[in-house]
């Protein structure tokens, strides 16, 4: 055996082991702690406790929260998200929010540029990665990501975890997908906070609004996944795995 060869098996052992260690702890944190934490982030006022016994930690154990929200698709991000609202007010929760956030991304983009097309085929179900397998086939996805990002009703989680078998660049898919989810975000946080300080008429207006972006989105995202995969420039000799 070659030296190329025997780096080569140490590479692979290696990247199997991670592997397994990586959706071990996704496994166990989501039989563990999920069920928990989604308890808990329901009920806001005992959410804003717990921060708040954390002192000025507490900003740091939301946004590590919202950064475990991206890389454990079973906690709700959008109650998260109005939970931070609640907790911090409509800006500081946003913002803590979006930190929490692109940690969460980078640590998932990168698991899967390291850990490669098996860790996306343990936790992306096969329906949504055939219908979203069109943005590894192009080296120019970006607007297609952008375009998905803001739309409400597409898995999020699975374009984060999909994105990391694309060409694209970390830095420029952290840049899409924050710009993508902000405005989601912000929405979220300024309902939580708006509860908070019960002022239920913006409230209402912000869930009407989500409602039906939400509703659009799911009925229409068939339509609008297609009609992106239509725009994405075609190649002649696309990669095996498209």
């Known amino acids: 055996m070659t030296t190329t060869e025997k780096h080569r098996r140490i590479y692979l052992i290696t990247q199997a082991v991670l592997l397994a ?7 166990y944190a989501s039989l563990k702690f999920a069920p928990s934490i989604t308890r808990l982030i329901r009920q806001p006022e005992k959410f804003r406790t717990f921060l708040s016994s ?9 946004a590590l929260l919202s950064a475990v929200q991206i890389i454990i698709a079973v906690i709700p991000g959008e109650i998260v998200q109005i939970a931070g609202g609640y ?11 979006m930190i929490g956030t692109v940690v969460g991304t980078l640590v998932v983009f990168w698991a899967v540029r390291y850990l490669g097309f098996s860790l996306v085929k343990a936790l992306i179900p096969p329906k949504q990665f055939e219908k979203f397998k069109f ?11 952008f375009v998905l990002f803001l739309i409400p009703g597409i898995p999020k989680d699975t374009l984060v975890y999909l994105s990391g078998l694309t060409p694209i ?13 902000f405005p989601g975000v912000l929405g979220s946080a300024y309902i939580g906070a708006n509860i908070q300080e019960k002022d239920y008429l913006p409230v209402w207006i912000m869930f009407g609004i989500a409602l039906v972006l939400f509703v659009a989105g799911v009925l229409l995202r068939d339509k609008i996944i297609d009609r992106v995969q239509r725009l994405r420039r075609v190649k002649k000799s696309p990669p095996p795995a498209c």
Request: hydrophobic share 50%.
């Open 21 to 27: 260690v990586f959706l071990g702890i996704i496994a």
């Open 169 to 181: 660049k970390p830095m420029r898919f952290v840049l899409i997908s924050t710009i993508g989810r």
């Open 54 to 62: 954390y002192g000025p930690l507490g900003p740091v154990i939301y």
């Open 87 to 97: 907790a911090f007010g409509t800006a500081l929760g946003t913002l803590y929010a």
């Open 135 to 145: 943005l590894i086939c192009d080296p120019r996805s970006e607007i297609a990501i």
